[in-house]
């Protein structure tokens, strides 16, 4: 067939047939049942292997992993779970890391290698490390542009209010190179809900950006603070850009109740981030997607103050939503599988993704007989390709 330059031979695709696959230009051009297309001199034999897209790490910190430095013991609250004290633990922990360039490119070369090509960051931007941080990560980027698309949040860790100067920092974060703005509890952090998201909403409108808040509240308040970012959203006409990553409050919901709030999050067009953490309630994913609500996840911290855990792996994470939340039957299991996948690129508003003609040909090949059985044995080794070129192997980067 004319115009391929690279021909994906005997790939499976998730429905079980199997194809070749024509890529040209970074793109699917062709997608035909298994020995039916003339081989080119660039022909790559996937040998039946399942072929998935590229995963989306839909959250994660690349300025403040530990992975690949030195073990840092975790230190438990005083108290119970307490974000304040997590934030001056991670004080404390940066202090002694390594260099925030050589911590970041082990992680992100961790991620490619599990098979995450697209992924959202949060950075810290605010009084206590102005953008210091924002500018390494937006130079790493740039380092591993070609090989994974990074979308980057400035990320008010110290709180907005509380922390002079973030305001300003937050909109020069933006004009610097940051893709959203972001928020953190804003009722319980900074204490002042309405103050906060002024702060937040202001910032993104002025520069037509979305908007991506941490939220840990848990019950009433983290359920008020929900509908809240949900009219805000609605109210600016920002439906399909604004993200709310977290919300453990969903989680102390009945379901009535939390049918309610859905419906609310699915008419806004906001997003809900999950990890399954192990230790806190989480949202209800199967509920919400009932109600029409996107719910994409993300490796969120990996190896850093907040937590010891974190592999890097997107698969490794549906495997841990579906076993937290239940889902034992192929369609659950394949739910789970699409909060990776699809569901984070909807969330992440990123064009042309998935196995189909003129989509971007970045692509996972997987051991497994189906998707079902992928999310429950997660299979290693893969083969990562972005844009048709091999960028990942046995668990490493191919430079």
Request: charged share 20%; proline share 4%; glycine share 12%.
């Amino acid at each position: 067939m004319a115009g391929i330059e690279t021909l994906f031979t005997n790939a499976k695709l998730a429905d079980g047939s199997l194809k070749d696959i024509g890529v040209a230009g970074g793109r699917i051009v062709a997608i035909e049942p298994a020995g039916t297309t003339p081989r080119t001199s660039a022909t790559v034999d996937i040998a039946g292997a399942l072929l998935v897209p590229a995963f989306v790490e839909g959250h994660i910190h690349l300025d403040t992993s530990f992975y690949g430095d030195k073990w840092i013991p975790h230190k438990a609250c005083t108290s119970g779970f307490d974000v304040h004290e997590r934030v001056a633990f991670q004080a404390q922990n940066m202090a002694q890391a390594a260099p925030m360039d050589e911590r970041a490119r082990k992680q992100l070369e961790l991620c490619v290698a599990n098979g995450s090509l697209q992924m959202r960051s949060h950075v810290m931007v605010d009084g206590s490390v102005g953008l210091k941080s924002l500018e390494t990560i937006l130079k790493i980027r740039e380092e591993y542009r070609g090989i994974i698309d990074i979308q980057l949040v400035a990320f008010p860790q110290n709180g907005i209010l509380k922390s002079p100067g973030t305001p300003e920092l937050l909109d020069e974060a933006i004009a610097l190179g940051a893709d959203l703005v972001g928020g953190l509890d804003p009722a319980s952090f900074d204490r002042d809900l309405q103050g906060h998201l002024d702060v937040v909403f202001g910032v993104a409108e002025k520069h037509g950006v979305g908007v991506d808040i941490h939220l840990h509240d848990f019950g009433s308040l983290g359920a008020f603070t929900v509908e809240e970012i949900c009219a805000r959203t609605a109210a600016l006409g920002m439906e399909g850009k604004v993200a709310i990553s977290h919300a453990y409050g969903l989680g102390d919901l009945d379901p009535d109740s939390a049918r309610r709030i859905g419906a609310k999050i699915a008419k806004a067009g906001v997003s809900i981030m999950t990890n399954a953490p192990g230790d806190h309630v989480f949202p209800p994913v199967a509920l919400l997607r009932g109600e029409g609500v996107t719910v994409f996840s993300g490796s969120d911290n990996i190896r850093d103050s907040w937590w010891p855990y974190g592999d890097g792996d997107m698969l490794s994470r549906a495997m841990m939503i579906s076993y937290r939340s239940g889902f034992y039957t192929d369609e659950e299991l394949t739910t789970a599988f699409d909060v990776v996948t699809t569901a984070g690129a909807k969330a992440l508003d990123l064009e042309g993704y998935g196995i189909a003609l003129g989509a971007k040909a970045d692509f996972v090949t997987l051991a497994a007989e189906h998707v079902p059985e992928a999310v429950v044995a997660v299979p290693k080794p893969r083969r990562v390709f972005k844009e048709g070129r091999l960028v990942a192997e046995n668990g490493a980067v191919v430079r």
